[in-house]
């Protein structure tokens, strides 16, 4: 899965000479959290964010009235506290390559470019929806988590003794182990009782770690 498939296209941007009192409207108005900031040429030269403008605005305890703090928010304008080192991601760019990004730089989204053209930007709400999507969470099923022993062809044993019982094997996926011997392994099975998955998996895992029935979508 590539960042091209997954982001939000013609992501709603700003300019430079926007005031924050508009910004932060305009964020409210688009539940967005962040924008990526456009010059006249339609460049990229920043990112704001919501929490940027917050930082930027008087404090609530300011001795201001509010028309002297409305006419100071109308004067500070993006440029000012925008993120001018934009940490960008091309749209061909693997999905998990843009996650390890934003954790690295501890940021909640990545504008997505096609060269030097902003097309995009994909955030952590994006990739939480991939998470969800990849363990088959909206999915009614038996949900397990074992520890399999670590070697070439365990896991199509596992998956081949489900098929075999009549389970549907809707998402797996797998983690770290407790050690080099062996790795977590995690699916959403359908079409089998939590009893005959049990059945099926015990003689070929090291540990169940976790079953339960999910019924609710």
């Not at 730089?105 to 990739?127: A, F, H, K």
């Not at 075999?164 to 407790?178: D, H, P, R």
């Amino acid at each position: 899965m590539l960042v091209g498939n997954r982001m939000t296209p013609n992501p709603i941007t700003c300019s430079p000479d926007t005031s924050i009192t508009e910004a932060l409207k305009k964020m409210r108005q688009e539940n967005v959290h962040r924008f990526p900031v456009l010059d006249k040429k339609g460049k990229l030269v920043g990112i704001v964010s919501h929490t940027d403008l917050l930082y930027a605005s008087p404090s609530s305890v300011t001795s201001l009235n509010v028309w002297e703090i409305t006419y100071l928010m109308n004067q500070v304008k993006v440029k000012e506290v925008m993120t001018r080192e934009v940490i960008t991601v091309q749209e061909d760019c693997p999905i998990e390559e843009a996650a390890k990004l934003m954790r690295k730089n501890t940021v909640g989204g990545l504008p997505v470019m096609r060269g030097d053209e902003l097309v995009g930007i994909i955030t952590e709400s994006d990739i939480f929806e991939i998470f969800l999507e990849l363990l088959m969470a909206q999915e009614k099923g038996v949900r397990l988590t074992v520890l399999a022993p670590y070697f070439k062809g365990s896991l199509a044993q596992i998956s081949a003794a489900i098929t075999e019982k009549g389970g549907l094997i809707l998402a797996m996926n797998t983690f770290m182990g407790e050690d080099p011997s062996n790795w977590g392994c995690h699916m959403k099975v359908s079409d089998i009782t939590k009893e005959e998955l049990l059945e099926a998996v015990k003689p070929l895992v090291v540990e169940v770690l976790d079953i339960r029935d999910i019924n609710d979508k």
